[in-house]
């Protein structure tokens, strides 16, 4: 065989690599590290601004915590915490969870860019991704939803209402998830010989 047809070959080879399931694999990375950005910024921004009251989450959860904005007779007001160290602790556990989320999904991100070639070692990568998304689903889901919206009853909340950006993150973070999940299984399915 020529030298020129050993090079055909393996252009050849390499292009066959490329499969739809490669680039999906590479698209699904790609949005892993789109909302790796977006809580690693959230964190950013509470970290760098923590007491600015129109600039971080500070406020926001004194007033969720202490039900400032509660109205009087709601018969909650048993539930609500004015202890400062308290709010603080919580503040401070929300920022270190939104962090490590983004740290766990910016992991996945970048290891699944680097393992999209082959199927098993792109499902391993993402165990970052899961990781990272159960996290932040604590921080959104159980913590601003269930804990925040049902527990202090932040629904009522005249002035500190966070439950539409608390599901608009849930849902980012589920459906990141989601989409991992769905090119994981798309590519097993089809071990399109990459391996």
Do not use: H
């Given at each position: 065989m020529s030298q020129v047809e050993n090079r055909v070959?393996?252009?050849?080879?390499?292009?066959?690599?490329?499969?739809?399931?490669?680039?999906?694999?590479?698209?699904?990375?790609?949005?892993v590290l789109m909302t790796a950005s977006y809580y690693l910024?959230?964190?950013?921004?509470?970290?760098?601004?923590?007491?600015?009251?129109?600039g971080s989450n500070w406020p926001f959860v004194q007033g969720v915590l202490s039900g400032d904005g509660v109205p009087a007779d709601s018969g909650f007001e048993w539930r609500f915490i004015d202890a400062t160290w308290f709010q603080a602790a919580g503040y401070v556990m929300i920022m270190t969870l939104e962090?490590?989320?983004?740290?766990?999904?910016?992991?996945?991100?970048?290891?699944?860019?680097?393992?999209?070639?082959?199927?098993?070692?792109?499902?391993r990568a993402q165990r970052w991704t899961y990781a990272g998304g159960t996290v932040g689903l604590t921080v959104f889901f159980f913590?601003?939803?269930?804990?925040?919206?049902?527990?202090?009853?932040?629904?009522?909340?005249?002035?500190?209402?966070?439950?539409?950006?608390?599901?608009?993150?849930?849902?980012?973070?589920a459906l990141t998830m989601i989409f991992v999940t769905a090119v994981l299984i798309g590519s097993q399915m089809a071990r399109d010989g990459e391996e």
């Open positions: 070959r393996e252009e050849e080879r390499k292009v066959a690599n490329w499969s739809v399931w490669r680039v999906a694999r590479i698209v699904a990375s790609i949005f910024v959230v964190g950013f921004d509470n970290i760098t601004n923590p007491t600015n009251p129109n962090t490590v989320t983004g740290i766990l999904l910016l992991i996945g991100g970048l290891l699944g860019l680097r393992r999209s070639g082959v199927t098993v070692s792109w499902g913590g601003f939803i269930t804990v925040g919206g049902n527990w202090f009853i932040m629904y009522l909340n005249s002035k500190w209402n966070g439950l539409t950006p608390a599901f608009q993150n849930s849902v980012m973070t």
